[in-house]
């Protein structure tokens, strides 16, 4: 994998699919199809790649590609083979919002 000027990213033959297959399949597990959250699908990538910085170009890549469509910082869509983004709002939305420890809330006992 390698820059080609200033914005032409080039991947060897063969590693496209694995490099877009190592996050997809990481947010699959995680209940997030088609959703890659950086900071919890970014270990797939970096077991393929070797490296962090290799991982984030992979991911810059694939951006500029139009292979991925980032929503928000560290976080981004995957776009099908024709173009589209097929995720729902409510999956996008779960997402993105940060998990909150469960401490009983209302009507917890208190020791």
């Known amino acids: 994998m390698r820059w080609v000027g200033a914005r032409t990213w080039r991947c060897p033959r063969g590693r496209v699919r694995a490099v ?3 996050p997809s399949r990481s947010a699959l597990l995680a209940g997030r199809p088609s959703v890659v959250v ?3 699908d970014l270990a797939a ?3 393929l790649m070797g490296s962090r910085t290799g991982a984030h170009a992979a991911i810059e890549g694939l951006a500029s590609q139009g292979r991925l469509h980032r929503v928000r910082r560290g ?3 995957l776009v099908d083979q024709t173009g589209g983004l097929r995720v729902g709002v409510l999956d996008l939305i779960a997402a993105l919002t940060p998990k909150l420890p469960r401490d009983g809330g209302a009507g ?3 020791s």
């Open 20 to 22: 877009e297959r190592g």
């Open 38 to 40: 950086l900071d919890e």
């Open 45 to 47: 990538l970096e077991a």
């Open 75 to 77: 976080t981004y869509v």
């Open 108 to 110: 917890a006992s208190v």
